[in-house]
């Protein structure tokens, strides 16, 4: 079971944008390991919350923001890994989905954020 944190600082969820990330109807998950010289704990998995607001207004953001918050809180201690920092970023469906399929979508993004990448990137050919 692993204990989980807070992303806090601007700078925290910048570094997180540069990792894996894996979408869903609800929600759009960001992950990547925290350096180990960082002055956090590493023992801690620590996830942030944002919705845009194209997403709606105030009231449907933080609506969206708290149903993935309680999701996390139930998925979370058994999928989260050690030393990570996770973003997720609400999309329409975590409001209008139903809370289990919400949960069912954070499970197989956090299943699909640590899966190992097969390294092959699409790249443009070279130009001749």
Known sequence: MTAIGRLKTRAEYVFVKGGTRFATPSLVLQARRRLPNSTENL??????????????GAVVRNRARRRLKEAVSLTAPEQAIEGYDYVLIARGGAVQRPFTE???????AMTKVHEPS???????PPSA
């Open 118 to 124: 097969s390294g092959k990137r699409h790249r443009k």
């Open 102 to 108: 919400v949960i069912k979508d954070l499970q197989r």
């Open 43 to 56: 023992e801690l998995a620590r996830f942030g919350f944002t919705a845009t607001k194209r997403l709606g």
